[in-house]
């Protein structure tokens, strides 16, 4: 895609929603992290229903630990995966007590040192929480990438990588959200929306529908 479509692109999506957050719901930087780490497979919807049970019970490294591993279960059963989830999430909550003051750290590799905390979901804390220009490339992004022809690339570390390039940096602090919210309403994987496409013109897509 050549620069100037790039641009055209971010722009559009930019009039749409100037200034868009992210669908989880959450009040901390610790309920934030829980929260991606939920949503691993999982949509957010469904982890926004168990949390809002949860999180008024056990908010806190300090609280989780509380209530354990089986107690935690209780709470995000609906949630795909949730057994290793949770036993992940009791991790974390262990070693952000014994190591970070209870705090979530702010650097990738400390991020990406807790348990069950991958690339993806240290991008999206990083951004969310902290203004950081990552890229957490989801089904979502990889699949808009690919199909505009903005980023194409065989896996999400070589998407994620041509995106860092290519997207101007006045754009990065929002990109990840339009991107996923993008795929997410209008580019789905099965019925895309491209007569309703606002950067239909942008796609390079050769199977897009205007029609």
Excluded at 90 to 100: G, N, S
């Amino acid at each position: 895609m050549k620069k100037k479509d790039v641009i055209h692109l971010f722009d559009t999506l930019k009039s749409i929603d100037p200034e868009p957050k992210t669908e989880l719901n959450y009040d901390t930087p610790f309920e934030l992290l829980i929260s991606v780490l939920l949503s691993a497979q999982s949509t957010d919807v469904g982890v926004n229903k168990a949390t809002a049970k949860l999180y008024p019970v056990a908010n806190t490294p300090q609280a989780f630990l509380k209530l354990g591993e089986e107690g935690l279960k209780s709470y995000i059963s609906t949630i795909g995966l949730y057994n290793s989830k949770a036993k992940h999430a009791i991790q974390t909550a262990r070693k952000l007590v014994d190591e970070f003051d209870g705090e979530v750290p702010k650097t990738r590799k400390e991020l990406e040192s807790l348990p069950g905390v991958g690339r993806k979901t240290a991008n999206v804390v990083l951004n969310v929480l902290w203004g950081e220009p990552t890229m957490a490339v989801d089904t979502h992004i990889f699949r808009v990438s690919n199909r505009t022809g903005l980023a194409p690339g065989k896996n999400p570390l070589e998407v994620e990588k041509k995106l860092l390039k290519v997207i101007p940096k006045e754009y990065m602090e929002y990109a990840h959200h339009w991107l996923i919210l993008h795929g997410r309403y209008t580019c789905m994987a099965r019925k895309p929306k491209c007569h309703a496409c606002p950067i239909n013109d942008a796609c390079t897509w050769v199977e897009k529908t205007i029609a």
